[in-house]
Every structure is written in structure tokens, then in C-alpha cells.
């Protein structure tokens, strides 16, 4: 058990570009959760997945905001024309479908957008 | 909707202090509770957690239970040790409520030699 991993770990990029993160879950946990957590707040829920399918999507996730996980394991988190806005922590957690209260974290990468 | 309303921070403590920091949640059902910790530059790690009312979490000497009648889940620790500043942020999760981990705002932690 490697734990949940997370590249980068930190990304710099100008206001109007485009940013890709991935995330790989733990080898067993067929849920995949991403989160956003900005300074001083705890991480907010973006979307998830069960398996390769995208269950839920929160309101938090405009139209920029895209997530895929093609083959069930690892994930990505694009963002499209970036905003200073989107500056945040994005956090990403797996976990197994009938323990899914039980989310293990990455380390998340850190997105400042300037 | 859910949601989770924690102590602000910050706490400063003497090593060996007791450690007290509250945690209170709004459910329509049964969510299960958790206290998770970040400590700097590093993801959130899952400290202890409670299913069930009455339920008692525990773990690395810190603990907290779960009260239905009062809806809270207050995180405690007898006599905390330097290496236990970290931000604590209290959660619940649903299941059968958009499949959502809810946080608070976290409380951060400092404790002095």
C-alpha cells in the first residue's frame, strides 16, 4: 500500500491557461474523490467517482472544470482557462465502495494561479 | 444540509496541556464522524472516527465520542506533545447523502515546549 499519490505537487500558471493534475488511488479503492481546500478552510467536495464512472459533481464545479478516469484507476483534474480564483489545494481521496466513509487523502498538489 | 462547525483557532498549549476542541454537526440522518489532521505541507490523515451514537473514537492517545442528543463529536487529549501541532478538521460523511465528505474550517494547533 503506496497511498494515494498526487502530481505535481505544485503548479504555478498565468491567469488563461490551461492546468492538468492527476491523481493515482490507492491500487484497491475503486472510489476516487477530488476536493479543493483554500487557505483556512477545510477541503470542499468537488466530484468522485466509482470506478470509472463520475457519480456526483458539485455546484463547486463550473464549466472549466473537467474530471476523467478512463480506465477505473488513476485520475485527472483539468482546469481551462485558469482564474486567480481557482488558486487553491486539490486534494484527491480513495477509498473502497462499501467503506467509503473511510476516504484516504494524497498530499494535493497546490495550484497558484497568478 | 450537512454541515460541520468546529472551534476556531488558533489553540496555543504547553506540552502537556489538556486539549479540548470542539466539533459540532448539523444531519438530517446518521453520518459517520471523523477527525482528520494536516500537518504542514502534507495531505489530511485520518485520526479517529465514530459510526454510531455513543460510539468512542481513539486513537494515538487522542479521543472523542459520538453525541446524538448534543450533535457534536469534540476531540480530546489528555496531555499533548509538541509534535501534535497540526490543523484538526472535524467531518461528517453521509452515505446516502450525496456521497460527500463535509469539513469544517479546521482549527489549528500549536503547542510549545
Known amino acids: 500500500d503506496t497511498g494515494v499519490s498526487q502530481d505535481p505537487r505544485h503548479k504555478i500558471t498565468k491567469r488563461g491557461q490551461n492546468v492538468t493534475f492527476r491523481c493515482d488511488p490507492i491500487?484497491?479503492?475503486?472510489?476516487l474523490y477530488w476536493y479543493r481546500q483554500t487557505l483556512g478552510q477545510g477541503p470542499e467536495f468537488l466530484t468522485y467517482f466509482q470506478n470509472e464512472a463520475q457519480l456526483e459533481k458539485s455546484r463547486l464545479l463550473s464549466d472549466r472544470f473537467s474530471a476523467e478516469r478512463p480506465k477505473g484507476s488513476f485520475s485527472t483534474l483539468e482546469i481551462q482557462r485558469t482564474e486567480q480564483g481557482d488558486s487553491a489545494m486539490y486534494l484527491c481521496a480513495s477509498s473502497l465502495s462499501f467503506s467509503s466513509d473511510t476516504q484516504y487523502f494524497g498530499p494535493g498538489t497546490r495550484l497558484t494561479v497568478l | 444540509g450537512n454541515s460541520v462547525t468546529q472551534m476556531e483557532g488558533p489553540v496555543t498549549l504547553s506540552e502537556e496541556a489538556f486539549l479540548t476542541i470542539n466539533c459540532t454537526y448539523t444531519a438530517t440522518g446518521y453520518p459517520s464522524l471523523f477527525w482528520y489532521v494536516q500537518y504542514p505541507g502534507e495531505g489530511l490523515q485520518l485520526l479517529l472516527k465514530a459510526t454510531k451514537a455513543d460510539d468512542k473514537g481513539s486513537n494515538k492517545g487522542f479521543e472523542a465520542t459520538y453525541r446524538k442528543e448534543t450533535t457534536s463529536f469534540h476531540l480530546e487529549k489528555g496531555s499533548v506533545q509538541v509534535s501534535d501541532s497540526a490543523v484538526y478538521f472535524c467531518?461528517?460523511?453521509?452515505?446516502?447523502?450525496?456521497?460527500?465528505?463535509?469539513f469544517g474550517a479546521g482549527t489549528r494547533l500549536t503547542v510549545k515546549p
Open positions: 491500487s484497491e479503492h475503486n472510489r
Open positions: 467531518a461528517l460523511y453521509q452515505r446516502d447523502n450525496n456521497n460527500d465528505m463535509r
